[in-house]
Every structure is written in structure tokens, then in C-alpha cells.
């Protein structure tokens, strides 16, 4: 979490630019934000609570900077205030710096250095003390190396010093990309924040750091088309074979940039990188005819899985063969990718009678004893950069086992650091809420089931009905009827949900859509698990959530409803067919084994009326992040 972007180069209009880019990364946090910019060797400071996309850019208009650092807060260490905002800098004001992720041992740096020294609670701000005290003794780029070597912890940093005009940008755990521009440089937690200046970019891997020289001054001469002051830089590149990952990206091998030099953060030596091209279109994030983001991606579900099974079918089979030749094989994803997870788990037992263990991957490091090299772990994320999947994965290779991984972005740390990396092609997912990601994760899972049992037509065929049922039923009469629901029980607080089988990963999912944007508290239960205590607090017109699929679970799900009733809940059934049991009835087709990809729909309807409707911002709500980078 934490958006973080840094610009170094010829333009004047750095803070515009940076605060620009730092909207594009608000997903990653939005407590509070904050620049930092050598303004003709002295430091400039800005930094307030609240969100930076209420921000207008033209407050930086007259004031001109070309090296700027930024940061979009998503509080860990210290509450959300102004002094905790970041940049944070050095007592001698020649040393800023921001932060994504956590220095776990900065309570002891801060007491060694005096904290009397200290104006803020955060981790953070022991970074560019400590690179100041080193800074006594050294060049700037010694003192950051030797501070990084005392810092423990998943973190990326961008620090800046006045004094010589660099930028240095370092990576422990978490993401950093470094856009590469025509004598200009970017470097950001996520591509977006620079993709209308350059589709260049290098990643910098975990223990690597950056060091890129600036001009001392702005006093050369303005390339008055381009609007831009004049420098020279030269590199020279090779074409390398593409890694196979990420298909919408080619790399070229840079032997050598005038103006960048990689480092290895333990070793000092000197390291090559690739430069990557992104094919990336910058337009498809914008929320066009909608209110928010998050009805936008839901609406979207009507092309969304289509894109996911638009897979070659050889790719598809390996995967199979990849599962079916595992000795033990694990999915493991959060929040809502692990109620996918979960799906797919019964995904696989139903179609394709395999075992497959799910684990919440903040959970899976303890299942360390099971993993062998024959092992198979399948990582499931959005955003590619979730801390807790991250770690899964590493407990995964220490036992040599194979990873795969299904991901939204390309290029993302999962998808470079697996051995095999599936694009659900969803788009970007922008709103909190993960929607069109979740279904196209299902689809996937569901695809590769089909797969495994030389049944990937039959599964194709499934899916592309699925797609059009879809299409079918978000319809305008289907939103209005939504909506009436929603009115109907914005006012309660607590709403429970029911579901077995492949629905009860569902009813889970649906808890988290309902909680985390209405802040309404939502339970989700196997349906047969409430007898069992849950059903105590069912009073008389409790909001009870049943889904009720054409399966084989059917008749329970439909006593478990009952039982419900009988307690005075008000049962909003999403199935198929109108059951007597229903005092709302939300149709959805028939999709057979396929029926979380429909009855999740409504739901995640009814989570964003329920917001809108309780006056709230579905897209960004409290205390959440997109990117979810620390553990
Ligand atoms: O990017 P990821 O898919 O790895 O994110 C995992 C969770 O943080 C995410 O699904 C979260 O639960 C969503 N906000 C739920 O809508």
C-alpha cells in the first residue's frame, strides 16, 4: 500500500506532473499526500490529510521544480496527520524521502539517533535522518546504501538530495518500476503514475537500488516545441527473447545509460537490466458514463470473462498437465482472490474429482511441512503485489516447489517472480471492490478444471453461455430492482448470507463486498453451519441472503433457508427459480456448476447501492487500499 513516484529530468512542471501521477496510484492508499522537490538547492515541502484526487494540479503551476518525489499514504506507523504525511526529511532539510511498506526495526534506529530529533510518529522518518547522519561522512550515494544496510523490513523508498540533484530509489520486498524517458526518468510504485511520458520501463528487483544523476541546475537552454530543458543521454540495447510472462511486453537488454546506474543494495556491484516495453493502453481506466468505478467494472463482467477464457488452448492444457503431474497442489489467494480460491477448490473436486487444498495466503507459510519439490502452489491476485502472496510464494520455492500464478497486471512482482503466470486480461480494476477480477479469476479456474479432464471445449462452451447470460441479465431493470433492495435494508446493520457447496465461497465473498463498502456488518455461513450457533442472532426481520442454485444441495440450502424464516428473517433468494421461501426473489440463469459467476453479480449490486444509498464512496472506502503490500 502507498503510492510512491519520483520524477527527475529536464521539465519544469515536476510538481504537476508528480501530483498528476500520484492520482493515478491513489488505489494504493488515500489517508493523506505529499511532495518534495529541490527547488534551486533548497527543499520543498507540501504535504496534507485527505485525498490527493480533490487536489487541483494548477496550485503547483508557478512553482517550477524538475526534481520531485511524491506519496500517496496508506497509514501504518502513526495516525493520519499532516507531520505524518510523507515526504519525510531530514533535520538539515538536504535529505526527503517516501516510503511504501514497513521498517520493522526503526524504533531502534530512532533511539540511537536521538528522538528528540524526530517530528513525526511514522517508520519512515528514520530513513532520511539516518541518510543525513551517514551524509556527514560520505557521498550521497554511500549514505544510502549505508543506511538500507541497517533497515529491516519490506519496503521501497525514493529519496532525494538537494544538494547534488539526485534521485535514488531503492527495492526490499516492495514494487518500483523505473520509467525511462527521452533524458528523463520516473520511478513509481506502478506503471500507471508515468505511462503517458513513456511505455519504457526497467523493474527493479528486491535488494536493488537505483542512482540517477540529475543536472545540478535548471539553467540549460529550453527546447521551446517540446517545452522541456535540453540534456543528453545515451544508452545502448540488445533484443533479448521475452521472458514468456507477461505477452504484452518486449525486452530489450540495456548494456549501458549514461545517467542510470543499477546496485545491488548488499554487494555494491553493478547490475544490467532489461528494458521493457509496455503495450499498455493509458485510456481504459477512466470511469466514462458512470458514477464510480466500481459500478463501471461491474458492468463490465458483460465482456469481462469472454477476455478471461481468450486463452490458447495449449497454454491452458500445459497448466492442466502442470496440476495433474503435482504431487500436492495448493491455490492461495486474499480477501476476495482467496474466496476464489476457495470456489476453486470445489471447481476441481466437482469437475474434474481432483483435490486441491486451499490456504488464505497470509495462512499458507505454515503449511511449510507439506511442500516438497513436487509441490505445486497457484497463486491467485488482482494486483499482482499482495505482501501475504508474496510470502506464500517464498515459503513455496524454499521447498522447491513450482508456482503458478493467475494475476490483472502484467509485469506485476507475481507474475516475474513465478514460474508460470496466467493474465486474466480484465483490465484495470480501479474501485477497492474486486468484481470483474474475481469472476474472471473463477472463469479460469473453472476453464482449467474443463482442462484437466480433456473436457476444454465442453468448459469454453459453458463459459461463453455464461457470458452472454450475463450480458442478459444486466440489464437496466435488473439494476432498479437491485437498487429497491438495497432501500429497502440500507438501514440495518447486520445481514447474513448462505450459501453450500460452490455458493458457500460465495456467501463468504459476499460478506466482504457487503462489509468493506457499506461498513453494513455482513456474515457469510455454509448454510448447514448455522444451526449450529450463527442462527441465535437471527431476529425478526434480519436480512438473510440464500443462494439457492439447481444442484445437487438444493433441498438443503432451501431447509437451511426455511429455518431462517422461521425466525422472522427477510430472505432475499438469488436462484434460478421463485422458491415460496423468498420474500425477494433475484433471478439469475442457470448455469449449472458455473452458477458463482452469476449469483456473485447481484451481490456485488447490491453492496454498491447499499453504499451509494448510506452516502458513502464505494470506490475508496475507509481504511482500505487497493494494493495490499504490507504483511
Ligand atoms: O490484488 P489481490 O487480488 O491480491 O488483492 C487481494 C485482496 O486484498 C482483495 O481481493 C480484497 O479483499 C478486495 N478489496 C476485496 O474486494
Same mark, same amino acid.
Given at each position: 500500500m502507498c503510492g510512491i513516484f519520483g520524477y527527475i529530468g529536464p521539465r519544469t512542471n515536476g510538481l504537476e506532473l508528480v501530483v498528476d501521477g500520484l492520482k493515478k496510484l491513489e488505489y494504493r492508499g488515500y489517508d493523506s499526500w505529499g511532495v518534495a522537490a529541490d527547488r534551486g538547492g533548497e527543499l520543498f515541502v507540501e504535504k496534507h490529510v485527505g !485525498?490527493? &484526487? +480533490? #487536489?487541483? /494540479? !494548477? #496550485?503547483? !503551476?508557478? /512553482? &517550477? *521544480?524538475s526534481l520531485v518525489i511524491g506519496h500517496t499514504r496508506w497509514a501504518t506507523h502513526g495516525g493520519v496527520t499532516d507531520i505524518n504525511a510523507h515526504p519525510h526529511f531530514s533535520g538539515d532539510k538536504t535529505v526527503a524521502v517516501v516510503q511504501n511498506g514497513i521498517i520493522e526495526n526503526y524504533k531502534e534506529i530512532r533511539d540511537e539517533l536521538g528522538r528528540e530529533y524526530f517530528i513525526s510518529q511514522t517508520d519512515t522518518e528514520v530513513i532520511p535522518q539516518l541518510i543525513a547522519r551517514y551524509r556527514k561522512t560520505m557521498n550521497f550515494q554511500e549514505a544510502v546504501l549505508a543506511a538500507l544496510r541497517r533497515l529491516k523490513g519490506r519496503y521501497a523508498i525514493v529519496a532525494i538530495n538537494v544538494g547534488t540533484h539526485q534521485l535514488i530509489a531503492a527495492r526490499c520486498g516492495c514494487p518500483l518500476i523505473v520509467g525511462i524517458g527521452q533524458d528523463e526518468h520516473f520511478v513509481a510504485s506502478d506503471i500507471p503514475a508515468f505511462l503517458e511520458y513513456t511505455q519504457e520501463v526497467m523493474y527493479l528487483d528486491d535488494n536493488e537500488m537505483v542512482i540517477i544523476d540529475g543536472e545540478a541546475s535548471d539553467e540549460r537552454p529550453l527546447d521551446q516545441a517540446r517545452g522541456r530543458r535540453v540534456t543528453s543521454s545515451k544508452r545502448r540495447e540488445t533484443s533479448r527473447p521475452s521472458s514468456g510472462q507477461a505477452r504484452d511486453e518486449k525486452e530489450k537488454f540495456v548494456t549501458d545509460h549514461s545517467s542510470l546506474h543499477f546496485l545491488n543494495i548488499e554487494t555494491s556491484q553493478p547490475i544490467q537490466k532489461r528494458l521493457v516495453n509496455i503495450d499498455w493502453k493509458a485510456e481504459s481506466a477512466e470511469k466514462g458514463e458512470y458514477d464510480h468505478y466500481m459500478l463501471k467494472e461491474i458492468m463490465e463482467q458483460k465482456a469481462t470473462i469472454l477476455r478471461a477464457i481468450d486463452q490458447s488452448d495449449e497454454d491452458i492444457l500445459k497448466i492442466a498437465q502442470t496440476i495433474r503431474e503435482s504431487r500436492g497442489c495448493f491455490f492461495s489467494g486474499c480477501g476476495t482472490a482467496g474466496k476464489v480460491c476457495m470456489a476453486g477448490e470445489y471447481f476441481f473436486s466437482i469437475i474434474a474429482q481432483r483435490h486441491v487444498n486451499y490456504a488464505p495466503a497470509s495462512e499458507f507459510p505454515v503449511y511449510h511441512h507439506f511442500l516438497r519439490p513436487e509441490s505445486l502452489l497457484v497463486v491467485i491476485s488482482q494486483s499482482g503485489e499482495t505482501a501475504d502472496v508474496l510470502e506464500a510464494m517464498e515459503a513455496a520455492k524454499k521447498k522447491k516447489a513450482r508456482v503458478l500464478s493467475i494475476v490483472n497486471v502484467a509485469g506485476s512482482t507475481i507474475a516475474r517472480q513465478s514460474d508460470t503466470s496466467l493474465l486474466i486480461n480484465a483490465g484495470p480494476e480501479k474501485a477497492v471492490a474486486s468484481t470483474k477480477a474475481a469472476t474472471s479469476q473463477m472463469t479460469l479456474l473453472l476453464l482449467i478444471a474443463y482442462a484437466m479432464t480433456e473436457r476444454l471445449q465442453e468448459g469454453r462452451r459453458l463459459l461463453a453461455e455464461v457470458a452472454s447470460k450475463i450480458n442478459d441479465m444486466l440489464n437496466p431493470r435488473f439494476l432498479v430492482y437491485i437498487k429497491e433492495i438495497a432501500q429497502l435494508i440500507r438501514e440495518h446493520n447486520n445481514l447474513y448470507i448462505i450459501g453450500k457447496a460452490e455458493n458457500y465461497p460465495m456467501a463468504l465473498e459476499s460478506a466482504i463486498k457487503i462489509q468493506e463498502v457499506s461498513y453494513i456488518h455482513a456474515e457469510g455461513f455454509a *448454510? +448447514?453451519?448455522? !444451526?449450529?450457533?450463527? #442462527? *441465535?442472532?437471527?431476529?425478526?426481520? /434480519?436480512p438473510c441472503i440464500a443462494f439457492v442454485a439447481n444442484d445437487e444441495v438444493r433441498e438443503d440450502v432451501l431447509s437451511n433457508t426455511m429455518e431462517l424464516k422461521a425466525r422472522g428473517a427477510y430472505i432475499i433468494g438469488v436462484s434460478p427459480e421463485r422458491h415460496d421461501v423468498f420474500d425477494e426473489w433475484i433471478h439469475v440463469p442457470d448455469v449449472g456448476v458455473a452458477s458463482p459467476l452469476v449469483n456473485i453479480i447481484p451481490i456485488q449490486l447490491l453492496a454498491y447501492y447499499l453504499s451509494v444509498l448510506r452516502g458513502l464512496d464505494p470506490d475508496m472506502p475507509r481504511n482500505l487500499a487497493k494494493s495490499v503490500t504490507v504483511k
Open positions: !485525498k490527493i &484526487s +480533490g #487536489i487541483d /494540479t !494548477k #496550485i503547483f !503551476k508557478n /512553482t &517550477s *521544480a *448454510a +448447514g453451519e448455522l !444451526k449450529h450457533g450463527p #442462527i *441465535a442472532l437471527v431476529s425478526h426481520g /434480519t
